[in-house]
Every structure is written in C-alpha cells, then in structure tokens.
C-alpha cells in the first residue's frame, strides 16, 4: 500500500480577524449545499424542457441555448473562480457566488421571454464557477488526514446525487404546476435555499486563502476562455443551428487556441511565474492519471442523463414526474453506495473505481437489453433493475474520482486543483451531451432508427465507454 504524506492545511486570515476554526461537519454540510445547488440547476432544466418551449414558443437552437449558455459560462470561469478564491478569500468568493446565484436564479425564474431567460442562464452559469471551486478548496484548507479523505468522498457523492436529484425533483415541480407557474419554480426555489445558505455561510465556513496570493494569469484565462468557447460553443449548438460557417471556423480555431494556451502556461512557468493552469500540477499522478478516467467517465455520464430523460419523455412519454421517478432507483443506489464508498476506498484503494466501471458496464447492458425485450411498454419497475447498477457503479466511481485526483494537490493550490477538476467534469459533460445527444437525437426521428433503436446504440456505445473507464482506472494512483 501505498503512503501519502498530505500537507498541513494552512488558513490564513483576514487582518485583526480572530482566528477561525477548521471546517466543522455544519461548515461541511453548508459548503456541500454549495455544490450541490450549482449542479442541480445544470441538469434540472432536462426535464423542463418540453414545457419551457410551450410556454416561451422557441426555437430548437434557443431552447438548447438554455442548457448551453449557462454550462459554457460554467466551464469557462472555473479555473478563474478558484484563483480569485485562493487570491482574495473563499469564504468571501463562497458568499458572493452564493449570492449572485440565487439572484440569477430569481431572473430566471420571472424571465418574460427566452432571450432574457438565456442571457440570466449564462449569468448563473458564471455565478456557479464563482460558488463551486471554493468548495473544494474550502474542504482542502479546512480539513487534513482521515477527515479530508471523507469530506472529499461526501463531495464526490454530492455531485451525483445532485445530479439525480435535479432531474427528479425538477420532474416533481414541473408535474405540480404550483399556482399555475409552469416551469419557473425550478428556478425559484433557488432563492429562498440560497438565503437560508447564506445566514447559515456566515457562522459555519472558515475563512482561508492562500499563504502567497498568485494573481491573476490575463493570457492565460483570456486563452482558456477562447479555446474552450471554441470547442463548446459549436458542439452544443452546431447541429441546432444546421452548422452555419462560423460554427466551423469555431471548431478549426480550437486546436490553436489550445496549443497557444499550454506554450503560455509552460512559458510563465518556466520563468517563475503562477500560470492559470499550472501545468507541474497536470504532471502529478493523481491529477494526470485522474482526468484522463474523468474524461470519458463525465462524457459518458452526462449523455447517459440526458439521453436518458428524452426517452423517458418524448420515447415512452412518462411525462416529467413520471421521468423523475424513474431516477429514483438510480438515485437511492447511488446514495447508498456513495455512504460506504470510504470504507472501501480504505480496503481496496483506486479498485474500487475498476469495480464502478464493471457495475455501470453491466447496468448500461441490462438496460438496453430491457429496452429491447419490453419496448414501449417499459414501466419503472422494468428500468429499476438495470438503474440500481447504474447508480451503485457511478456512486462508486464518482466519489473515489474526486477522492484520488485531490489527495495530493497542495494547500495552497486548492482552488487551482478544484477548478481544473470541475472544469474538466463540466467541459466533459457538455462533449458527452453534444456528442452522444446529437447523435441520438439524429438517429430518433421517425425516418430512422426511432427511439427504441436510438436509445438501445447509444446506450450500448456508453457501455463501451464505461469499458475504456474501467481499463484507464487501472493507472490510477493509491489515493490512501
């Protein structure tokens, strides 16, 4: 076994500020509600989809705009996010990005039209990459030994859960009509959790920041912004808009913005400068080996949510409730698994990702083998089987992902590695949405294969995704 010596967590305080305590479970739980509400709202809209373009009467192209701007602002101001947090405060950064998020959530959920509910998405989407970075870092400067190891497992089953969750809970609003609002409470329910979060935030969180401020890196967020608006933004909205030429300009840009970005950040850090992205922090095995599992494991995630609750919808009409309960198997295996997932880690170290990936292979498998013996008349007691896999597999995973490509990223650097982290899941993500969304969205239409057969090879394709995951875990470094 493997030993890993982490760092002392080091707090630095304001000024004549008395000094704080470490992250307490209260603090935890608060920071957690933190991560959580950011990607909850990334995934809530899947299932309010049909009804937000009933009741706006939008294109195609602008209703996808709804989940692509808030997720490219998202994933474009992480890195930057978690610098600010480590420059200027976390505890600080955490507040403001709470605090901007629910007032975008509150824009969201009065918008008159589709422009204004696009343009306050992409402002939630960057209020989020102020609010999540600190987390992780809140948990890394707060936390040491045994007490980080489970912190960190908690905020890797958050993130599933809060995906779960969204698509579920946002089943249930949209279902409930409350006083004929339609759509506009997933959103507003934001607000009053955010004030609560905030009162709470205040007494709970420690206050830390780096022992030596980094700075802002212009080039290299200015690159980053540009190699990834240049990936994302044709996509996720290419296929929608029939691929007019700039989309394909866009795509042609990406590869030398992304040269252009890594010759920036290898060249301040040569002459001794902190770079955005640190590319000795990339070099570390747990952070190298780590994203390269993260990668496809978040492609695959992603689409299989999406893809997931369009068939749900549109193939086997359940509707958004109906939709949502669906998840529920999903959701309590991946929760259940997610509360053992440390014990196993002590036990069986960075297998236990191998293990995920043999149970979301095989739950992937018998879902579509269901979908093809019971289509259409699949009900949820017919899915449940093949979800509870599903669940236990990422709650496996996704948990001791976060755990292993964290364990050995300095103090100091914690708002670094926790927004290059949450960078990598979201920019994963939207590709996995893009890339398999597109194609089962081609593949559905009444011409074609129809939904049952668009449903049963994409999901196929995601287990041989979940095959690639399984066999990259074997690099993974010992997280204990």
Known sequence: MTTTTTAPATTTVAAGAPARPGLTP?????VLLGAALPIIDFFIV???LPTINEDLHTSASTLELVVAAYGIAYAVLLVLGGRLGDTFGRRRLFLLGLTLFTITSL??????????LVLARAAQGAASALLLPQVLSIIQA???GQHRSRALGMYGATGGIATVVGQLFGGALVAA???GTSWRPIFLVNVPIGLVGLIIARRTVPDSRAANPLGIDRWGTALLAVSLLSLLIPIMEGRALGWPWWTIALLALFPFAAFAFVRVEMRLQQRGGMPLLPPSLVKTATVRHGLMVAVPFFCGFGSFMFVYAMTL??????????????LTPMAVAYFTTSLVTTRLVTRYGQKVVAIGGVLLTVGLLTLAGSALLAWPDL???DLAPAMILIGAGNGMAMSTLFRIVLSRVPTDLAGVGGGVLTTTQQTSLALGVAVFGSLFA?????GSFGFEGAFVLVVGLLAVLAVVVTALSRKLPDPR
Do not use: F, R
Not at 313 to 318: K, N, R
Not at 442 to 446: F, P, V
């Open 26 to 30: 209260a603090g935890l739980v608060t």
């Open 46 to 48: 899947n299932v309010a």
């Open 107 to 116: 824009v969201c959920g009065i918008a008159p039209n589709a422009t204004t």
């Open 142 to 144: 707060g936390t040491t």
């Open 177 to 179: 009509d409350l006083w």
């Open 313 to 326: 919808q549109d193939g086997l009409h359940l509707g958004p409730l109906g939709s949502g309960l669906a």
């Open 379 to 381: 009900s949820v007691w």
């Open 442 to 446: 081609g593949l559905s239409t009444s």
